[in-house]
């Protein structure tokens, strides 16, 4: 921890966190022996200064970027793609519950790398204020647990969502306290910081326990997490190790200088990463799958009513769009001479006849009722319906000539062309396009 004293000193009113100072040297001094002292401000105490550099004025700030580039590569690259991909959520993703655990975890993202950037002086590269820099590094570090335990909220099952909520709470309850005491009464946010890391680090604890001695099933994602956490935790105790061989042994210093904090925050925001880019892969591949479910006949693998209904609602009265109804001959004569196996099996070979008819060339098909089928085009001239029709003719003869079924296959049909210049509603089109089928039936 470093005191900034000065011109500026009544103004800063003790210790601020990890700061910058620079100090202005004249320039004939270049060349020449200079004595720098660090004098400690009546009743303060210095515990740590580091990276004492002379460098010309222009590049000062730069040399914060020492030793911490792949900190600063990662923790902007962190911040940044994280309000992109929150901003897309609220914009597009409404506010369900995997997009609040989505908020939840990026905004602890930004959190982490602010903290980050705070801790290592980075953010002096963009805000030349202490008070900000310093402020914004311990409200980050604050807010940490407070996301992230929300995040967990809504991870896990309703046993631990409890606890995690509980943890939350109590983590947003802090950093309101330490928030309010820091702008009320002598009390600064840097009194606060070790109970703060002591309630990180158990709250870390906790995670790691409840992951390895959860006796219920657990999802990829959670499992993602729970390695990513514990590795991370691994880290971070080693780092601890490290931290005391090199203040207090000076042999190990050179040998222990390198830090392992962001290597631990990298493998820690990766594992939650990937545990919820998993979790969201399943929640769509889950909703696809209902939605095909939803929009498909159970007998025929092509589009059900409700599917052929909302292919009709779509159709705009200024669209050229053309619509084919079929209603299969003699199906309650099949179910009552060779039984509704065969029915079926009719219904089953007329629409796969309509499918390969239509489908393949940028239709639509689907299952209207139960032995009726509607077809069509979203932009078709009627040459477009003939040559369907005429593919349509020809699988039903090959299913005639090869005896699928022991009787004739015979399918009624008649469609409608949608003129834009005189436009019917789409109801009234397949309306027509039925009567056209009737009166073909009946000849």
Not at 132 to 137: M, Q, Y
Not at 160 to 180: A, D, E, P, Q
Not at 276 to 294: C, D, F, G, H, W
Not at 325 to 332: A, G, I, R, S
């Amino acid at each position: 921890m470093i005191y900034e004293y000065g011109k500026e000193a009544d103004k800063s009113s003790g210790r601020l966190g990890n700061t910058l100072i620079t100090v202005p040297i004249a320039d004939e001094m270049f060349g020449k022996e200079i004595d720098i002292r660090c004098i400690v401000p009546l009743g303060g105490s210095l515990t740590k200064l580091e990276n004492v550099r002379i460098m010309p004025t222009t590049y000062a700030l730069r040399y914060v970027l020492i030793n911490h580039e792949t900190d600063f590569v990662f923790c902007l690259s962190l911040v940044a793609v994280s309000f992109i991909a929150m901003m897309l959520m609220l914009v597009f993703g409404g506010f369900n519950e995997l997009v609040r655990e989505g908020l939840y975890l990026f905004i602890f993202f930004i959190s982490t790398g602010i903290w980050v950037l705070g801790n290592n002086n980075i953010l002096y590269l963009f805000i030349n204020n202490p008070i900000l820099c310093s402020t914004l590094e311990y409200i980050a570090m604050f807010l940490m647990p407070v996301w992230f335990c929300a995040f967990l909220s809504l991870e896990f099952n309703q046993k631990y969502k409890l606890l995690y909520v509980f943890m939350s709470i109590t983590y947003g309850f802090i950093f309101l306290m330490v928030v309010s005491l820091n702008y009320t009464t002598p009390m600064r946010y840097y009194h606060f910081t070790h109970i703060e890391r002591i309630l990180i680090f158990i709250g870390l604890i906790i995670t790691v326990a409840v992951l390895i001695f959860n006796r219920e099933k657990q999802t990829k994602s959670e499992m993602i997490i729970k390695i990513g956490t514990i590795c991370s935790v691994a880290v971070m105790a080693i780092e601890v190790v490290r931290y005391e061989l090199k203040d207090t042994f000076y042999i190990f210093r050179q040998m222990f200088s390198t830090s392992l904090t962001v290597f631990g925050i990298m493998i820690f925001v990766f594992s939650l990463f990937y545990g919820y880019y998993t979790k969201i892969s399943y929640e769509l591949t889950r909703q696809k799958k209902l939605e095909r479910v939803a929009y498909t006949d159970g007998m025929t693998g092509i589009a059900n009513r409700t599917a052929v209904i909302e292919f009709l609602n779509n159709l705009r009265p200024s669209d050229q769009y053309g619509i084919v109804f079929f209603d299969v001959n003699e199906l309650k004569k099949a179910n009552d001479i060779y039984g509704h196996e065969t029915g079926d099996k009719l219904i089953t070979v007329v629409a796969e006849a309509i499918s390969s008819s239509f489908d393949d060339n940028d239709g639509f098909c689907g299952r209207y009722g139960g032995d009726e089928f509607v077809a069509g085009f979203i932009s078709a001239s009627e040459e477009d319906i003939k040559s369907c029709i005429e593919l349509f003719d020809r699988e039903i003869k090959r299913a005639n000539d090869e005896k699928l079924l022991p009787f004739e296959v015979r399918v009624a049909y008649g469609y409608y062309i949608n003129d834009p210049a005189n436009p019917l509603e789409s109801e009234k089109g397949i309306k027509e396009a039925d009567e056209k089928c009737i009166t073909e039936k009946r000849l």
